[in-house]
């Protein structure tokens, strides 16, 4: 483990300047202890007023660069992601509780690349074909930036987010105020100095702060011209009943309650394997985590029973980092919320505890990996977003049954079948409701594939180029030739 001291950065970015908070003071916890690690000045209203200032000021000077000029701004950008990796991945740790090892292998990667991806993607847009629509006149498709764009993230990975946020809507040429969770400021701070450094005055802006205050105050202002938000359903209401009064564009990325379909015919081990890792990953507070299984009869048994001895053997609390495969929730209140939620689970006669079912003793907002069998469709374990490392299962025999189940959701983010017939499959793909469908897979994405829900789920799309169309607008040029020369 890294002893040197880590330096906190405290200091928001607005208008290309670092300057200190002058709201109230948050206090900042390492969640695997559950101790103070820093106390961060929220912005105050007229910060938040100048940082959307600032941006809609550096709209007019930003929005006419050339692609080529934002992709250098992206890649400047990345290589001080990689640059700063390792005390990045720190403060992520650090804020997050999470294995140190994973945020530096998973997380800090991730998000140089999607810097990356978007300074190419945008060198190569495609669309539709200039032409004579009409005689005597020819049209073209502008795609053009929508103006200032609030982002506004949630904790579970905070400077990923803050890249899928941030990178598309520079690279269509918006300006952004960044503002991310309460929780979580620590790694999109550290980075506020370098990215000064390589993005002009006011084009990117970041502000911290708690969604009632600093977040609303984004989502009510006129000048703000679109909002996009990951984060809870409900939180998702709210931004569009605020947005709703200067009508401006959304995209909302929200919860999900992933179902996982297992065949009779599917490879055990691999099951067992994907979601043992896939379900966990990040103690569970991840939208697209494999928490609701549906097993065939033929597998149940032999799956929740090998499920069991494969889920009780994840590590985590250990003092040395390389021993940990998932980390805490991010507070108590997380905690004790999913700790509600199988208590109310287990006061059914049917839900049978498989493994867990406890807050973990010992410092930290730690719960025990869980296994809950028995459950049934209408159960709210089944239902809701648990946002922990709960996982469900549920047994069916016919697979348009499970297809139904599966479907008969709110949320429409992720979820996966498994299967050794591709056929099989690929026709349950085909009809499951949910933006992404692994087979026999889970949980992996790719900068240049969307990803985003349906449903309650929400309707943004993050990652690869359509998150470029989401961040800009069709312009349609229509030009009139007047007399016909030849
Ligand atoms: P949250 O909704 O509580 O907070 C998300 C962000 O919204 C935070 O920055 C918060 O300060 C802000 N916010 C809260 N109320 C606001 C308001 N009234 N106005 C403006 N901003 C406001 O979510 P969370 O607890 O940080 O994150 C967990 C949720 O995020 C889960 O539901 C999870 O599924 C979802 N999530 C979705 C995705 C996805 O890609 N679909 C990815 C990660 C997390």
Known sequence: MDETPLCVCSELLIDGQPVAGQGALETILNPATGEAIARIAEASSEQVGHAIGAAHQAFDG??????????????????????????????????????????????????????????????????????????????????????????????????????????????????????????????????APSLAEHVPPGVLNIVSGGGEGVGNLLVSDPRVRMVSLTGDIVTGQKILQAAARTLKRTHLELGGKAPVIVCDDADLEAVVQGIRTYGYYNAGQDCTAACRIYAQSGIHDRLVSALGTAVASLRFAHKRDADNELGPLISARQRDRVASFVERALGQPHIERVTGAAVHSGPGFYYQPTVLAGCRQQDEIVQREVFGPVVTVTRFDDLAQAVSWANDSEYGLASSVWSGNLDRAMQVAARLQYGCTWVNSHFLLASEMPHGGLKRSGYGKDLSSDSLQDYSVARHIMVHHGQALF
């Open 62 to 191: 930003w929005s006419r660069t050339t692609p080529q000029q934002r992709a250098s701004v992206l890649l400047a950008i990345a290589d001080s992601i990689d640059a700063q990796a390792h005390s990045l991945a720190r403060l992520e740790a650090l804020n997050c509780g999470k294995p140190l090892h994973l945020a530096r292998q998973d997380d800090l990667p991730a998000c140089a690349d999607v810097f990356r991806f978007f300074a190419g993607a945008v060198r190569c847009q495609t669309g539709q074909l200039a032409g004579e629509y009409l005689p005597g006149y020819t049209s073209w498709v502008r795609r053009d930036p929508v103006g200032v764009v609030a982002s506004i993230a949630p904790w579970n990975y905070p400077l990923m987010m803050a890249a899928w946020k941030i990178a598309p809507a520079l690279a269509a040429g918006n300006t952004v105020v960044f503002k991310p969770s309460e929780h979580t400021p620590l790694s999109i701070l550290a980075l």
